[in-house]
């Protein structure tokens, strides 16, 4: 389909690991998400990437994350040394632009678990 | 530092009632609110949502109603269908120049299940 697609789907891994995830949006859209829900929370925003501006990183917990994107396309979430507190789902999301008119189109998330 | 609330966790409906998720918020420069529905293993996808300048938008069986002076929207689905059992999400984003601006804060969601 045509939607936004995310792997792996799944992801175990041990405590000081490096693990690298990958988004692929929908054709088009120049603006990705990076989100993460762990257990019991809500959607915590991470990153997002708009077009070929500065990043806006604002939301990454630690040095240990980091973000990628080739273009408007293929985008990559890398997080070194995980931990067990960085066992979560993480969802991509893409846009024809920012939030706000623009709806965000989410792809079915990676859970990783950290051991 | 929690900016967007659904302060219940869960909520459970009779088919054909109606079922209404809160949703409070303290950014006083969110001036756009969405909710998305999520079911399990998937992505939340898009529900409906409202502009700041509004107080009430509706789509079909769904209505969003925003109390801006409260800090406070609501999400009202009727008649409630078994299908709507899912997990919602209320959001939030801001204007141009702020911090939230670009990217979206969500609540904690709400579990609703629409009993047949």
């Known amino acids: 389909g045509a939607g936004v697609s995310q792997s792996p789907s799944n992801k175990v891994t041990e405590k000081g690991k490096d693990v690298e995830l990958r988004c692929d949006p929908i054709s088009g859209h120049t603006a990705l998400y990076w989100y993460r829900q762990s257990l019991g929370q809500g959607l915590e925003f991470l990153i997002y990437?708009?077009?070929?501006?500065?990043?806006?990183k604002s939301g990454l917990p630690s040095d240990r994350f980091s973000a990628e994107r080739t273009g408007e396309s293929v985008s990559t979430l890398t997080i070194q040394r995980t931990q067990q507190e960085d066992s979560a789902v993480y969802l991509c999301a893409s846009s024809q632009g920012l939030a706000g008119d623009n709806e965000q189109f989410f792809g079915p998330g990676t859970r990783l678990t950290v051991l | 530092d929690q900016q967007v609330k659904q302060n219940s966790p869960s909520l459970s409906v009779q088919e054909g009632r109606i079922s209404i998720l809160n949703c409070d918020y303290t950014?006083?420069?969110?001036?756009?609110f969405l909710w998305y529905k999520k079911y399990p293993a998937e992505g939340p996808t898009f529900l409906i949502s409202?502009?700041?300048?509004?107080d009430k938008n509706e789509d079909g069986r769904f209505t969003v109603f925003l109390n801006k002076s409260a800090k406070h929207l609501s999400l009202h689905i009727v008649p409630s269908q078994p299908g709507d059992s899912a997990v919602y999400f209320c959001?939030?984003?801001?204007?141009?120049?702020?911090?939230?601006?670009?990217?979206?804060?969500f609540g904690q969601g709400t579990i609703l299940t629409v009993h047949p």
């Open positions: 950014n006083s420069m969110f001036d756009y």
């Open positions: 990437f708009q077009g070929n501006s500065a990043p806006d």
């Open positions: 959001a939030a984003t801001g204007r141009a120049g702020g911090t939230s601006y670009g990217k979206l804060t």
């Open positions: 409202i502009s700041s300048i509004k």
